[in-house]
């Protein structure tokens, strides 16, 4: 069975290194004694140097939320794969829809996503649709979107892929407003086929599949449990240590 997945992210929170390093340091005690969870924190760029200070002999990984697809140079504001690794920072996500509305194309993530695994990190690509209609749109959204990146990769590069199904409309909301089981279930096995008519079974098999959009402490373990992913990623409740600790938790009990 493959090791179950939980990845905060902060997204651009919080606004001190005081309250970045209160925040982790909650977290990674809170998460201590829980087996068979891979966390990662993908804290602002900004707070890496800070937190990976305080991250020695935990189990915490730490992480990026993008990262750009070159090496270096002229490019303004962007981090290079070698800035995050100097902070043992190994996990990136990319192509969260978040940085797709601000202009990323699906052939930006494509590069983005070959070029990090190229450079040795889990490449945590995000996917999902804006909105939902009866005539089942949001799955040939899905589809493009994870075509427009599988068609650059090769099958050996899958055993550093992670795909998150965040569906736009169900991110930022209440617990009660989050995504139905029921419908994850139904596109975590059309992603898992999707994966399988591209690279084969064995290979479909190795990529984890994550859920991420409105997970709180009290709807984490449906999603695990029925939802056929293999993790959460999890946004504003990561900011809260307690709630994030207790998400983590309750996905090593599912
Ligand atoms: P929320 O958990 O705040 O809905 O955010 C989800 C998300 O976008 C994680 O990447």
Redesign the pocket.
Known sequence: MKQKIVIA?W?MNPMTPKEAKRIFIGTVKGVAHVKGVRVTICPPTIFLSELSKENKGTKVRLGVQDLYSEDAGAYTGQTAPAMALAYKAKIA?LG???RRALGESHGMVGNKVRHAIHKGFTAVL?VGERERNDEGAHFTYVREELEAVFAGLKRVELANLVI?Y?PVW????SAAEAMQTRDLYEMSLYIRKILIERFGRANADLVPILY????KGDNAAAFVRDGGVDGL?????SLDPKQFSNIVTTVSNT
Do not use: D, M, T
């Not at 991420?212 to 997970?215: Q, W, Y």
């Not at 990623?233 to 409740?237: E, W």
């Open positions: 992210n997204k996500i969260h829809s978040e995000c998150a965040e169900a991110i930022g909301k991420g959009g409105s997970v990623l999890v946004g504003s409740a």
